[in-house]
Every structure is written in structure tokens, then in C-alpha cells.
């Protein structure tokens, strides 16, 4: 009777978490319907004097979305005064949703990530976590990834779905 061996862990590929590596500090929205009068206009004197008064602190390594729920039409420049403020407190901050903000998230996150670990090496590209991941993500991963990996999966190293693999010429 021969050793039962796990050839996953003699594999040389390489495991990719996303999770291990994707940013979990809270995301908030920073609504400027609030700021509105009769959640129609904004007036620049009286949310030029609101933001001045707010305790940025409150978003302090947060991840921010700047957004009106309101239906009203804001002025580009209500959403990048708001950007200033933000801009030494949170994070991060975007113009938009909280989809907009994940965006920007794991562009930030991929666009920084180290691939040279990867070059020429089978990648999977893990599937489950328990922090949930965009589907963005994982595309721009794999944008990032193709160019230097051997091949990329996803899945669990012992049951892959394979994605891409190099052709040898």
C-alpha cells in the first residue's frame, strides 16, 4: 500500500485570494441631498458654510461614495468640493455609487498589485471567500494576470475551471 500524496500542495501553481489581498475598511455614501433646498437646488454660500462644519473625521480610512439620492441636478463642482474634504481623511473616495466605488477599489487594489511572483506560473484564482468580491475584480485580474502567467483557472487548486494558457510558440 503506497503513501497517499497530495500533488496539489507539489504543484507549482499558485493559489490567488483575492480576499487576502482586497481592501475591507467600511465603505460609506456621502449624499448631498441633504444639502439641498426643498431637495431640488443647491445653493454654494449655505454648502460651502454646511461642509466647513462637518467633522471629517467621521470618514476617517473609510471608502467613500459621493452621491445625491436626491433627483435633483447637482453642479459637477458640489461633488469635487466634497472630494477635498475627503481627500486627506478617507481612504478613498468616488463620484458615483457604491458599485462605482468597489471600481475604483479594486483598480486601485490590482493596478498596485506585485505579478512578478506570478510570471510563468499556473495561477488559480480562488472562488470562495467569505468578503465579497466584485465581479470588476475578477476581471481586471485577470486582465492584469494574462500577460505574465503561464495559465490561469479558477476555482480550488484539486477542482479548477481553466480560463487561459499560453500557447508555447
Not at 132 to 149: C, D, N, T
Request: charge should be neutral; glycine fraction near 2%.
Amino acid at each position: 500500500m503506497s503513501d497517499i500524496v497530495n500533488r496539489v500542495s507539489l504543484s507549482s501553481i499558485i493559489s490567488l485570494n483575492l480576499e487576502e489581498i482586497y481592501p475591507k475598511e467600511e465603505r460609506i455614501i456621502f449624499d448631498l441631498k441633504p444639502f439641498l433646498w426643498q431637495e431640488l437646488i443647491l445653493k454654494e454660500q449655505d454648502f460651502r458654510k454646511a461642509l466647513k462644519v462637518i467633522d471629517w473625521e467621521n470618514y476617517r480610512e473609510k471608502w467613500v461614495a459621493i452621491t445625491c439620492s436626491a433627483d435633483a441636478i447637482v453642479p459637477t463642482w458640489a461633488f469635487m468640493l466634497v472630494c477635498t474634504y475627503l481627500q486627506h481623511v478617507s481612504k478613498g473616495y468616488a463620484i458615483g455609487n457604491l458599485d462605482a466605488l468597489e471600481t475604483l477599489i479594486s483598480e486601485t487594489v490590482i493596478s498596485t498589485f506585485d505579478l512578478e511572483s506570478f510570471r510563468d506560473r499556473p495561477v488559480v484564482i480562488k472562488g470562495c471567500s467569505n468578503f465579497p468580491i466584485p465581479l470588476f475584480a475578477y476581471g481586471r485580474m485577470i486582465s492584469a494576470l494574462q500577460p505574465v502567467a503561464k495559465s490561469l483557472m479558477f476555482g480550488e487548486p484539486c477542482s479548477t475551471v481553466p480560463l487561459f494558457k499560453r500557447s508555447k510558440s
